[in-house]
């Protein structure tokens, strides 16, 4: 079912508190609401658009195909978290990522210059816009940290802690590829860290 425009409204308060009214209106003003079934493309790679968007539910993850044909995840993301494909946004190369949903995912898209130029007028957006920025190095630092110094098994359970609510909807194909193992060596971390629960 599609959400209600009460409904958007009511979600960006919750996730977006910086914002008052009358900047999640300005908003609302430039993005487009839509929402996708289970593996469908939101952003298709070698797109020319700047765009980005804003999850409302759901789970996405954006990926890459390499030299051999194969996707490899680069991330995964879920409610309340803002994406794009930064080489298209701040480099105006093609975009490199293709993002699609993994179950069913409501999305608030927006052109990025657009979001930009409400920056400039709007103290709280602009508020926004840094937290989003400083949350994106964040994310990629402490991604690079994680395949530097962690074993398998210690990333997965670092994911656990941090990001349970996409692990419960996401496949353990897309968790695995995301952590770098394969399908097996997952279930066999799976199955470790659950008997030291026990």
Same mark, same amino acid.
């Given at each position: 079912m599609d959400y209600s425009e009460k409904e958007i409204n009511n979600i960006l308060k919750n996730k977006l508190p910086? $914002?008052?009214?009358?900047?999640?209106?300005?908003?609302?003003?430039?993005?487009?609401?839509?929402k996708y079934g289970n593996k469908e493309i939101i952003l298709k790679s070698g797109t020319s658009s700047k765009k980005a968007f804003l999850i409302l539910n759901g789970v996405i993850r954006g990926c890459i195909i390499d030299k051999k044909g194969n996707e490899k995840n680069i991330l995964i993301r879920s409610e309340g978290i803002f994406v794009a494909d930064v080489r298209k946004l701040?480099?105006?190369?093609?975009q490199r990522?293709?993002?699609?949903? *993994?179950?069913?995912?409501?999305? $608030?898209?927006?052109n990025y210059i657009d979001f930009e130029d409400l920056t400039k007028i709007h103290p709280n957006i602009m508020e926004l816009y840094l937290n989003i920025l400083k949350e994106a190095v964040a994310r990629l630092t402490y991604r690079i940290e994680?395949?530097?110094?962690?074993?398998?098994?210690?990333?997965? *359970?670092? $994911?656990?802690?941090?990001n349970p609510?996409?692990?419960?909807?996401?496949?353990?194909?897309?968790?695995?590829?995301?952590l770098g193992i394969t399908n097996v060596s997952l279930s066999r971390i799976?199955?470790?860290v659950n008997k030291k629960k026990t």
């Open positions: 910086i $914002l008052n009214q009358n900047d999640i209106d300005n908003f609302l003003n430039i993005t487009t609401y839509k701040f480099f105006d190369e093609p990522l293709t993002f699609s949903t *993994i179950g069913e995912a409501h999305i $608030l898209f927006f994680s395949f530097i110094a962690m074993t398998h098994e210690e990333r997965y *359970i670092d $994911l656990l802690k941090y609510k996409f692990l419960d909807k996401t496949y353990s194909k897309y968790i695995a590829n995301f799976i199955k470790r």
